[in-house]
């Protein structure tokens, strides 16, 4: 966005915010405020709702109530494209890549909103067409060799390593500008050698980027070695938030990913 | 005299692969004066093997030069439709009827010409001229305002269109007082209907045929494409259907009885030369070629590989789907616009839906998402089923001809077990491959926290 943002502005401001599917309330009063620079966790068993409030905040689904604000703007029934461009990137569960397009255009079709000429200028391959086109291209390629991603850039995204297709997605999410990116499940599929990476590479770019962070993750080591804030989500409720270290020790949290019992056990 | 003609044929069919292989090559040279003295060879050889007899006959006989043109424009219906099909995943069977569209249109911008009415070319052109600027004028003015819905924003271009029709209609009858009286009879042509200023007129029918499918596409293709494109594909083709009725009505229903409805239009000037259809196709080739390799061609690809993610880069759908459609109708346009003026004759059953799906067997035959597929198919097709089969076939009975519509289905369906991406798949040949990316030296060897 253009306009300069207030610094104490959160930069997302999730309140009451439901998702009812028929009868199933999937997501129900989901509070949250996130602070520009933070790097948050959203955590919950399978099921509780956290991929849904992902796609709310995204615009893929419209809210049954509820207000979301980015950087103090509301941005429920706007488009997802216009989310994105407002700056909002994300990654999906099970990742969804371009299969079929070269590891470079999945980035350079991020550039698509500010690639510098029109469609008239690409038709007629004006000057303009050219220099726009070459910056652009060079620009993808020296985000791809940031993520270590420029040795594939000719290749089919399908035929990557499951890893570099996890990066490679973040890569694209990245290459749209964000300022808030949510991760759903990046680590899902990785081993713990990735895992550590990824880590890694959560940190870099977030410092890199002047990132603020919202992810979701089931790998506990993930989660608790990174994030600063945790929200604990359980049938569509948040049941508890706090440092990784709280929310280790809640109850709550304990009981909602073992069953009701374990908490005394614990 | 059967295995002569069957060797014949399938040299003619090698030769014109690899005349298209020729031209993709010389076009896609790096230097600007083999590409212009390639494709003015081009053009040559096709012109010259018109001309040039041995024997009795010209090399490309009357037989075989009416393939050709047919096969001309066939590349550019199927053109389209692999842009909207194959390129951005959305299935169409209304490809015949902006086919059907351009080729009526530009007919009768013609026919009237040299009948001594020039309202075809003034209420078209101006037409289209206008409702392009009403369309991008309500679009700039809707995404000003954001959050239209869709179904208000179609009333306004509705409504627009009609003011439009209704206005180049008062300009036409207007001014053409002025202009008939040079255009003549088709008995003794006017200064303005012959030569030049006939090829000029010519020229301007197709683009404006082009133009005003593409404008019909526009409206038909707003509520349809952004309202969600499961029903796409049925209704395209009832879309088709339509068209196809209007014909048959032409005289009746519509104000035109130059068209004749079902008994079909006559007397179109055969203005298509080799020299026009050329241009055309390769016109289509070209700007197609550029929009796939552009930002926005790479958009149409994202909103073909996934949706979802399209969207989560910022990728408007409905109008990335909606441009796409535009301007594969437009390509249909030109197409039929050319053949209308090379077959001189114009009849609905041409445009019947079930006849429809022959572009659709061309581009899922040539690779969906391939060029050079469905260039090659639509001259393989016209050549190998039109050409040679109809040929064989004719000699074994006069019903024969029909088995033809039995053997395309079963050649599309071992096609489909055999190959499913289509003969071609995803290849592109000389100047319709992705442009080559110089791969870069690291400058930003990344910290090595990014180890991959
Ligand atoms: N489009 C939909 N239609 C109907 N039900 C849905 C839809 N999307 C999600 N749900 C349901 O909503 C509930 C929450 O799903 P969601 O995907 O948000 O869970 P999650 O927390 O992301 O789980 P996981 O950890 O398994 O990814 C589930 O019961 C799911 O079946
Ligand atoms: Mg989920």
């Known amino acids: 966005m253009m306009t300069p943002v207030n610094p104490s502005t959160p930069v997302l401001e999730v309140t009451g915010l439901a998702k009812i599917f028929g009868g199933l309330r999937a997501v129900s009063d989901f509070n949250m405020t996130i602070q520009k620079g933070e790097l948050v966790g959203l955590i919950g068993p399978n099921g509780a709702g956290k991929t849904t409030a992902f796609n709310m905040i995204t615009g893929l689904y419209f809210p049954t109530h509820g207000e979301i604000k980015f950087e103090g703007t509301s941005v429920v029934g706007l488009q997802p494209h216009e989310i994105t461009r407002m700056g909002i990137g994300r990654t999906f569960q099970n990742i969804r890549l371009f299969s079929n397009l070269s590891v470079l255009d999945n980035v350079r079709i991020a550039y698509h909103f500010h690639s510098g000429y029109s469609l008239t200028d690409g038709i007629l391959r004006n000057a303009n067409y050219s220099k726009n086109e070459r910056e652009l291209t060079e620009k993808t390629q020296d985000f791809l060799s940031i993520f270590h991603l420029n040795k594939f850039e000719g290749e089919i995204a399908k035929n990557l390593p499951y890893g570099q297709q996890r990066r490679l997605e973040i890569a694209r999410a990245l290459a749209c500008n964000p300022h808030l990116l949510l991760l759903d499940e990046p680590a899902a599929g990785m081993n713990p050698k990735e895992i550590t990476e990824l880590m890694d590479l959560i940190h870099f770019i977030r410092e890199k980027f002047d990132l603020t962070i919202l992810l979701i993750e089931h790998q506990m080591r993930l989660v608790m070695d990174i994030c600063e804030k945790i929200t604990v989500l359980d049938f569509g409720e948040v049941i508890a938030r706090g440092t990784p270290v709280e929310i280790q020790n809640n109850p709550k949290v304990v009981e909602a990913y073992l069953g009701k019992g374990a908490a005394n056990v614990a | ?272 030369t080799w020299f026009w259809a050329f241009f055309f196709m390769l016109m289509v080739i070209i700007i197609m070629r550029n929009v796939i390799h552009s930002s926005t061609g790479r958009t149409i690809l994202a909103v073909r590989e996934d949706e979802t993610a399209a969207k989560a880069m910022g990728i408007d759908l409905a109008s990335t789907k909606l441009l796409t459609f535009v301007i594969g109708s437009f390509f249909a346009g030109i197409g039929g616009g050319v053949y209308a003026h090379y077959i001189g004759f114009l009849s609905p059953g041409t445009f019947d839906f079930l006849a429809g799906f022959n572009p659709l067997i061309i581009v899922v035959f040539g690779g969906l998402g391939s060029m050079t597929g469905t260039i090659a198919a639509s001259f393989g097709w016209i050549f190998f089923l039109e050409g040679l089969l109809r040929v064989l076939l004719g000699q074994m009975g006069p019903d024969a001809p029909t088995w033809r519509f039995v053997l395309y289905p079963i050649v599309l369906l071992l096609l489909m077990l055999i190959r499913p991406q289509g003969l071609l798949g995803t290849v592109e040949w000389g100047f319709l491959k992705a442009p080559f990316v110089r791969p870069r030296e690291n400058q930003h060897t990344a910290s090595d926290v990014v180890e991959g």
Do not use: C
Not at chain 2, 152 to 166: D, E, I, N, P
């Open chain 2, 1 to 272: 005299m059967e295995l002569g003609f069957l060797i014949g044929s399938v040299v003619k069919i090698g030769a014109i692969l690899a005349y298209l292989y020729g031209l993709l090559w010389v076009l896609g040279h790096k230097k600007l004066w083999v590409k212009i003295v390639g494709v003015v060879a081009a053009f040559a050889i096709v012109q010259l093997a018109f001309t040039i007899t041995i024997g009795d006959s010209t090399i490309l006989n009357e037989f075989d030069s009416g393939l050709v043109f047919q096969a001309a424009s066939m590349t550019m219906i199927a053109l389209g439709l692999n842009l909207i099909y194959g390129f951005n995943g959305q299935f169409s069977l209304g490809q015949w009827g902006f086919y059907g569209i351009g080729a009526y249109t530009a007919a009768d911008i013609t026919f009237r010409w040299i009948n001594g009415d020039s309202r075809g070319l003034l209420v078209v052109g101006i037409g289209s001229i206008l409702g392009a600027v009403m369309i991008l004028g309500i679009q700039k003015w809707l995404s000003r305002l954001r959050g239209v819905p869709v179904l208000s924003a179609f009333t306004f271009y509705l409504f627009g269109s009609v003011l439009v029709g209704a206005v180049a209609v008062v300009i036409g009858n207007a001014l053409n007082p002025a202009i008939s009286p040079l255009l003549g009879s088709a008995y003794e042509p006017g200064p303005l209907s012959q030569g030049i200023w006939l090829q000029i007129v010519y020229f301007l029918a197709i683009i404006f045929a082009g133009v005003f499918a593409g404008e019909v596409s526009f409206l038909f293709g707003l509520p349809v494409l952004s309202l969600g494109s499961d029903y796409f594909g049925i209704a395209t083709l009832g879309f088709t259907i339509i068209v196809n009725t209007l014909m048959l009505n032409s005289d009746t229903i519509l104000p035109f009885p130059e068209m004749k409805g079902g008994r079909g239009m006559i007397g179109i000037p055969k203005l298509t």
